[in-house]
């Protein structure tokens, strides 16, 4: 038996030092160092009252139907963006048009969007509109952004149609590196103060609140940006009030 074992492990040994020369070590396995131990997590202060109330009202599930504003025969293509904007703009007065507004500037500016006005386009602030279905209902959905001026910030808007009526669904104002639409989901990314890292918030319709919602906040590391920002404002805003 002895005799027999050894033999056989001869030939195992022999045979993988052949395959080994024959197929280099291309494709081994590398340890790739201790593994953490598992914790599971530990409940703070159990006997801490749980709140009954937020603290903060983030207006989260606010929709807005956008007044002096059709769609004709539900398209929502068929709406005027800058019409979307000038409503905003009527419907804010203390937000655009008083002459300490914040976003006076945008007031201001909007008639560049006008060719019939012989404003200057390239001051316009309603940047360009995209369509794409947010709601899941198989139409077209408006995703507006437009500048804040004299502010480093943008507005960013969802809009879609119920019952023959454009309805604000999104509003978000930051100052914003980056958007980006994933599915029912609209990506928003922010500059930070702190070198190297971002804001980055996601809103996803919910079908249940007819609205979409804030569902993802982060702070991540990109390790690409060398000077910070300091965040405009914080994240969400009201739907209903920029």
Same mark, same amino acid.
């Given at each position: 038996?002895?005799?027999?074992?050894?033999?056989?492990?001869?030939?195992?040994?022999?045979?993988?030092?052949?395959?080994?020369?024959?197929?280099?070590?291309?494709?081994?396995?590398?340890?790739?160092?201790?593994?953490?131990?598992?914790?599971?997590?530990?409940?703070?202060?159990?006997?801490?009252?749980?709140?009954?109330?937020?603290?903060?009202?983030?207006?989260?599930?606010?929709?807005?139907?956008?007044?002096?504003?059709?769609?004709?025969?539900?398209?929502?293509?068929?709406?005027?963006?800058?019409?979307?904007?000038?409503?905003?703009?009527?419907?804010?007065?203390?937000?655009?048009?008083?002459?300490?507004?914040?976003?006076?500037?945008?007031?201001?500016?909007?008639?560049?969007?006008?060719?019939?006005?012989?404003?200057?386009?390239?001051?316009?602030?309603?940047?360009?509109?995209?369509?794409?279905?947010?709601?899941?209902?198989?139409?077209?959905?408006?995703?507006?952004?437009?500048?804040?001026?004299?502010?480093?910030?943008?507005?960013?808007?969802?809009?879609?149609?119920?019952?023959?009526?454009?309805?604000?669904?999104? #509003?978000?104002?930051? #100052?914003?590196?980056?958007?980006?639409?994933?599915?029912?989901?609209?990506?928003?990314?922010?500059?930070?103060?702190?070198?190297?890292?971002?804001?980055?918030?996601?809103?996803?319709?919910?079908?249940?609140?007819?609205?979409?919602?804030?569902?993802?906040?982060?702070?991540?590391?990109?390790?690409?940006?060398?000077?910070?920002?300091?965040?405009?404002?914080?994240?969400?805003?009201? #739907?209903?009030?920029?």
């Amino acid at each position: 038996m002895r005799a027999t074992r050894a033999a056989r492990t001869t030939a195992a040994v022999a045979l993988l030092l052949a395959t080994a020369v024959a197929c280099g070590d291309t494709g081994a396995l590398q340890g790739a160092g201790a593994t953490p131990t598992a914790t599971s997590p530990a409940k703070l202060w159990p006997d801490l009252s749980p709140a009954a109330s937020p603290a903060y009202d983030f207006d989260e599930a606010d929709t807005e139907t956008v007044k002096g504003v059709t769609v004709p025969g539900d398209d929502i293509r068929e709406v005027d963006p800058i019409a979307v904007v000038r409503a905003e703009i009527a419907a804010n007065p203390s937000d655009y048009d008083d002459s300490k507004a914040p976003y006076r500037g945008t007031a201001e500016r909007i008639g560049d969007c006008e060719k019939k006005n012989g404003g200057d386009r390239g001051g316009c602030p309603v940047l360009k509109p995209y369509y794409r279905d947010l709601t899941g209902d198989g139409r077209d959905d408006l995703t507006l952004g437009f500048r804040l001026l004299p502010t480093k910030m943008t507005a960013v808007r969802v809009y879609t149609v119920e019952k023959h009526r454009l309805v604000q669904v999104m #509003a978000n104002d930051d #100052a914003v590196s980056g958007v980006e639409l994933a599915g029912r989901s609209v990506i928003i990314r922010s500059p930070s103060e702190l070198a190297g890292y971002e804001y980055r918030v996601q809103w996803t319709w919910d079908a249940d609140q007819k609205a979409m919602l804030l569902t993802h906040d982060e702070f991540l590391r990109t390790g690409g940006r060398k000077h910070g920002v300091r965040r405009a404002t914080p994240v969400p805003t009201s #739907a209903a009030t920029p």
